[in-house]
C-alpha cells in the first residue's frame, strides 16, 4: 500500500470543511478496480468540494498513471487514505459524527 495508509480517525479529525460547510464531505470507495473510475471519482469529488477520500481494499491505487490521467491532476490536491479494515471503518467514520449517502445497487434490467 502507499504510503497514505494512516491510521483513520486522526486522519477524518484533520479534515477541514469547504467552504460553507459545517464539516468536512466525504467520498468512501469501496471496491472501485478501475483506474480510471478511481480518477474521474477523484476529479468530480474535488470539483463538488469533497474533504478527503476512503479507499476500501481491493480499489485502484490512485497513483496509478490511468488514475492520474483521468483525475486531471486532483489526485494530488485531495486527501485519501486506505483503510485496510473494511468494513471496519465506516464504524470509524460513523463514529466521527458523517453520516452515510449511497445509490441503491439494483439491475437495471426486467
Not at 469533497?50 to 486531471?72: F, N
Request: glycine share 10%; net charge positive.
Amino acid at each position: 500500500r502507499p504510503p497514505s495508509a494512516v491510521p483513520l480517525s486522526p486522519w477524518l479529525a484533520a479534515l477541514a470543511a469547504a467552504a460553507g460547510m459545517r464539516r468536512p464531505t466525504l467520498l468512501l470507495l469501496d471496491g472501485v478496480i478501475k483506474p480510471e473510475n478511481v480518477g474521474s471519482l477523484f476529479r468530480s469529488a474535488l470539483a463538488f468540494g469533497v474533504a478527503g477520500v476512503v479507499l476500501s481494499p481491493g480499489c485502484a491505487d490512485p497513483l496509478y498513471r490511468k488514475a492520474i490521467r483521468a483525475s486531471m491532476g486532483a489526485v494530488f490536491k485531495l486527501p485519501y487514505t486506505f483503510a485496510p479494515h473494511w468494513p471496519e471503518a465506516l464504524s470509524q467514520v460513523k463514529a466521527g459524527g458523517y453520516g452515510f449517502l449511497a445509490p441503491p445497487l439494483q439491475s437495471s434490467v426486467g
